[in-house]
DNA sequence: AATAATTTTTATCATAGGCAAAATTGTTTC
DNA sequence: GAAACAATTTTGCCTATGATAAAAATTATT
């Protein structure tokens, strides 16, 4: 199991990859906000739990565990994303929202979500009760 | 600003308190699953930050502050465990799931599960409806 | 008073990140 | 193409949190 600092990097690796072909140590020291030793660090690592292949100094690629998982991982995110943004979270919070707490779902609750998600996106008259019931709530 | 692991501890010291009308360090530390060392650590930390008074072997008490923010934590708490278990969340993962994300959640997030919260409770057929999409799913 | 239970101290560990210096690679310039 | 310079990556050491383990201190009980 890759600890929640290790899902952070497999899945900004897995978008990298998926975005621009390829990762390196400064674009993840950019996103995540961490110095590049940080990234060295966390690569050395996640090589050592075969998610990546880790080449001193030339890069590294995703193993097929690797994307696997940054797929899971990725999916969960936009998942969450969505989430909070259906029930009126505010922009500028949903990203570090997303962030803390994506780690820290049983793929059960994650299944709920999916099911919840669904439920509002299959019928908009269900989102705009739901925002009824705020316009209720602020007074 | 109070760090998750000092959340927790604070959360638990006030629940204690309500239900039992104390709280000791080998309550704490059964509850949390930790040993007695870590508690004292954290009471020690706790004190600094002004949450509770303590004195050496002979226990502690929450301050004002911490009763007020122990009283938001566990109304968070609850809410989180409510809305896990609306959407249909097994049981069983519901504590750990709560436990986890609890400390992560930005106020303006809370706020929106709480008229989510309240959009199911206040109609029964929601709930009913949320479940038909659920079996739909499953398939 | 002796023993048991609880609490605290001290030392140590693991994770994750920061910073500075060294190593390597890449890019100019001649 | 080689030397000089720049950028990137890596290493090594330090910090902070939060936890454990074992031993010491205190309190409680018999």
């Known amino acids: 199991m890759p600890t929640p ?4 990097y497999i899945e900004i690796i897995y978008n990298l990859i998926e975005t621009k072909g390829y990762a390196r140590v400064s674009d993840i020291a950019e996103t995540l906000e961490v110095h590049p030793s940080s990234v060295t660090k966390m690569v050395q690592k996640l090589d050592k739990g075969e998610y990546l292949l ?6 590294f690629i995703l193993t097929e565990k690797g994307k696997k998982v940054g797929e899971k991982l990725v999916f969960r995110h936009e998942l969450l ?5 259906i029930i ?3 922009k500028e919070n949903i990203y570090n929202d997303v962030e ?4 820290h779902l049983s793929w059960n ?6 099911d919840l998600v669904k439920y ?3 019928d908009e ?9 705020q316009k209720e709530n602020e007074k």
């Open 100 to 103: 803390g707490i994506e780690h």
């Open 109 to 114: 609750s994650i299944d709920r979500l999916v």
């Open 125 to 133: 008259q269900r989102i705009e009760d739901l925002r009824k019931v």
């Open 120 to 122: 509002f996106k299959e």
């Open 54 to 59: 880790y080449e001193k100094y030339r890069g």
């Open 88 to 90: 009126g979270v505010d």
């Open 81 to 85: 994303e969505d989430f909070l943004a």
């Open 5 to 8: 600092s290790m899902e952070d």
